[in-house]
């Protein structure tokens, strides 16, 4: 065989093994109820004068 071929008779009849069972992926494990607050110390007024200033640089 030469590079990059294959025999493909080892490509017919595979078989996957599905298994339903602990190897799953927990889509929904990571959701979490509650609130989360974030105090920066300005005001909107500071940050929308910090915005313009990024923006007009």
């Given amino acids: ?3 990059g071929s294959y025999d493909e008779s ?3 009849n595979q078989q996957l093994d599905m298994n339903d069972g602990d190897d ?3 889509a929904d494990g990571g959701s979490h109820e509650g ?3 974030f105090d920066n110390g300005a005001s909107n007024d ?3 004068d910090r915005l313009q200033d990024i923006k007009d640089d």
Wanted: glycine share 6%; no cysteine.
């Fill in 1 to 3: 065989m030469g590079f």
């Fill in 10 to 12: 080892e490509q017919e």
């Fill in 24 to 26: 799953a992926v927990d």
């Fill in 35 to 37: 609130s989360v607050e």
């Fill in 46 to 48: 500071e940050l929308l």
